[in-house]
């Protein structure tokens, strides 16, 4: 531990970051350093811990010995008093190393559960197109914001600030809500327990903007290729326009192939 810096500074710049990724809406790169050194700081703390208890633990044979008939009982509570004072004396100094570990540990989780939620919040803007959300290029001052759902604006090269056990979670998030639609909300499997639902419920469709219309005016940001709809088969190329079913191509327009116009 550097003398020029104090317990605790590590994971005050750690929530720092935090805080600058919630007030700029932008998703940091996980900062690997940072975390690793607050680690090794939590073991420096342990070991301090560990060697405090031994120095305030008696030494061996002091006054474990003892002949209950020795005649001089006063020797004995005398030794007994000096083991409690030594022992008393380390308390402080466990107590603030203590503190500090669980002051990091708390700054470690909440670093941590801030980006989770981040990411959720982006795994559904994009409409749960996890592999779409991982293969983003860089944008041009984009800095990984989170995307507008609303707008079609999708999220700027998000896989080079992830950290591989994020990159799991994410994974594992799309499989659990994918298990969750197979076999709670798909019209298959509620035919099958007798409901008599028809139509599937999609779990991913954009419910803070509710739509207006069934028909929705589109423009073509980026190639999709071809579509089947409603209405058939479309081929989405760049720059064009059409009036489709919104139901068809939602999805589209939260993983920011398509905008509303």
Sequence with gaps: ???ANQYGDLATQLLTESRRSTATNTLFKYNDVLVRSIIREQRDLEARIEAALAQSAPPDGDGAGDDSDDPDSTLDAEKERRRKAQSERYMPTILLYQTAILRNKRCLLAYHHHRIEFLKDLYWSVGGALPLLLSL??????G???GDAGTGAAPQDIRSKLS????????SYAASLL??????FSSAS????????TEDIDLLAQISHPPKDLQVHVRVVRDC???????GAIDFKRGHRFLVRRSDIEHLIQQGYLEES
């Excluded at 290029?137 to 984009?142: I, R």
């Excluded at 290729?225 to 209405?231: D, Q, R, V, Y």
Aim: no cysteine; charged share 20%.
């Design 1 to 3: 531990m550097n003398s």
């Design 137 to 142: 290029p860089p944008a041009q001052g984009a």
């Design 144 to 146: 990984g914001a989170r």
């Design 164 to 171: 591989p056990h994020e990159v799991d979670f994410l994974r």
């Design 179 to 184: 298990l969750l639609r197979t076999e709670a």
């Design 190 to 197: 509620k035919a099958a327990a007798g409901h008599g639902v």
């Design 225 to 231: 290729g071809i579509i089947h709809t409603e209405l």
